[in-house]
């Protein structure tokens, strides 16, 4: 029930985002209408149409792909209707008379007359279709969750949730705005000035759809405030959720075990019981370990996947844990659960571990038993529990460090029983893809390639899925990308299928990373890199050299551009000399 609560809430949190800001001409053309007849059918289409259109996104397929392409197109073209019949009727109708009189049938309370619920229920409809809030932690979660365990009826009434908090949200702006649009009405007859002006706003609104800039630029706008305000909602409430703990919430102070006069008692808060450990496919540098074995020990219980640009960011920091705290009675048990299918290869997990120095327990976690035991949803999660079974706190995400230790520094003290000096908190020298993240100039966010959870797709051929299919960049915005080349986009990579292929990305950021991996035949692949058409040279990444040359020899993440001056918006090229190369997922830092 929690994760419906914030999921309602983040969608009410978008109408104070920019990129809702092209529906908005949609929904106000309502403003000053009956309630039942006119706007509540509008939203209510909006509702049902959005939560199916993503559901259909986390289903997948060719098919699905297809759907959404053409409902895009179908309500672009009814909306520019719509807001030509607005602006002008004749003009209207001597564009095109058959299509036209849809327009002007929704468009008729606009100008005075009777409008029916069927005309508010497709323009919602329509509006649905195009609605493409930006995916804050709340969306992703639920897409993530539809990504892992299958497209269900959970999923569509999770994403009915949050499009019913943005309808809320929207529904109230309109009762709002209805009173100023009468009022304005009233007074020296300005209702067909006001209904061209909605006319304009529509056909703005169409066009900054139509354009990308709902997902683009607004977006980006959009990124460092409503998406802080959803985690920092989601933080909260969840402290409080039995999901959270894999189990209810227990109301006690402190365990038993400190209840002795004089022992140090920590005021961290009991969340609930450890779950079991059971279900791993292979234990990495340990054998199979139980929740009876570590009693006695504090335990910080780390899910990863080593492709995850968020986790590798804290590895530097767990790795210094375990070693700093390992005699003190600290255990870390990384649980590795994949995100991608090449993630469940053990030898690559085996050959991750390696590459990243950890000498921890890992469980591997292909069946996500253990992530389900947890209730996790995300990557990275730290679980830390006491030295009686006790789950005493949770971080999702990066950051937050001295926090997260201190609570370590916390529990080994209560299971000492007395206070001792910690010595500070860790400060890893993390270098490469694992130095934390540029924030203050971070402009670009996570972008998928496989057409499954796909964004932000400049290539005028559109994505032909599981295909293969000749394509071109065309010219991407800030935050899109485009192929180049003879690609086959599968549900979660592009394979290139011929030497000389590329992949162009504009983007903003101090690094951009990209999972690759060599293709079912293995192998190397040889690439170079250019940066606004040029060789990246002190601007390079950590798997190229100054003359932006690499190899990919692993299905791992790459950094292949970190920015060594100013960060400002540039056009990343990559251009593989070989084929069959993988291309997964765009990061950046």
Known sequence: MIL??????????????????????????????????????????????????????????????????????????LLAVFGVALLSTRVAAMVTRPAVALGIRLS?????????????????????????????????????????????????????????????????????????????????????????????????????????????????????????????????????????????????????ANDAPGAYKSSLPVEGTSPPLDGAVEWLNSTPLTVEQLRGKVVLVDFWTYSCINCIRTIPYVRAWAEKYRDQGLVVIGVHAPEFAFEKRIDNVKRAVQDFEIGYPVAIDNDFAIWRAFGNSYWPAHYFIDVEGWIRHHHFGEGDYQTSERVIQ????????????????????????????????????????????????????????DEAR???????????????????????????????????YRFSARDLHLVLGPGAKGGKVRFQVTV?????????GSDIDAGGNGTVTETRLYQLVRQSGEVRERTFEIRFLDPGVEAFVFTFG
């Not at 694992?434 to 290539?459: H, I, K, T, W």
């Not at 960049?473 to 192929?483: A, D, F, K, S, T």
């Open 532 to 540: 606004d058409g040029v060789a990246p040279g002190p601007d390079h």
């Open 4 to 77: 419906f609560t914030i999921a309602y809430i983040a969608g009410a949190l978008t109408i104070v985002s920019p990129c809702i800001l092209p529906v908005l001409p949609f929904v106000f053309s309502r403003a000053g209408q009956p309630f039942t007849t006119s706007v509540l059918p509008m939203l209510l289409g909006m509702v049902v149409t959005f939560a199916a259109v993503a559901t259909l996104a986390a289903l997948g397929g060719d098919w699905a792909v297809r759907a959404n392409e053409f409902g895009r197109h179908a309500a672009i073209a």
């Open 108 to 256: 008729q309370r606009a100008a005075g007359q009777k409008a029916s619920v069927g005309a508010s229920l497709l323009l919602g409809a329509a509006t649905g279709l195009l609605w493409a809030p930006c995916a804050g932690p709340i969306l992703g979660l639920v897409l993530t969750g539809a990504a892992l365990h299958g497209a269900n009826v959970g999923t569509t009434l999770l994403l009915t949730a949050y499009a019913a908090g943005a309808a809320t949200s929207l529904a109230i702006a309109v009762l709002a705005g209805g009173r100023a649009f009468a009022a304005m009405k009233r007074s020296l007859g300005v209702g067909e000035r006001l209904r061209q002006g909605l006319g304009v706003a529509v056909l703005a609104g169409v066009a900054a759809i139509a354009l990308g800039l709902d997902t683009g630029f607004l977006a980006r706008l959009s990124f460092a405030g409503t998406t802080t305000i959803e985690q920092s909602l989601l933080d909260r409430l969840s402290r409080n959720s039995a999901g959270t703990a894999g189990a209810a919430t227990i109301n006690r102070v402190t365990p038993a």
């Open 410 to 465: 916390e529990l080994l003290a209560e299971g000492a029983g007395s206070r001792r000096d910690d010595g500070g908190v860790v400060k890893p020298n993390a270098k490469g893809a694992e130095a934390a993240p540029d924030f203050a100039n971070l402009q670009s966010g996570e972008d998928y390639v496989g057409y499954m959870r796909a964004g932000n797709f400049a290539s005028p051929e559109g994505v032909a899925a």
């Open 470 to 504: 000749d394509y071109t960049v065309g010219r991407p915005r800030l935050n899109q990308w485009g192929l180049a080349g003879n690609w086959t986009i599968g549900a979660e990579q592009a394979t290139l299928n011929q030497a000389g292929g590329a992949v162009t």
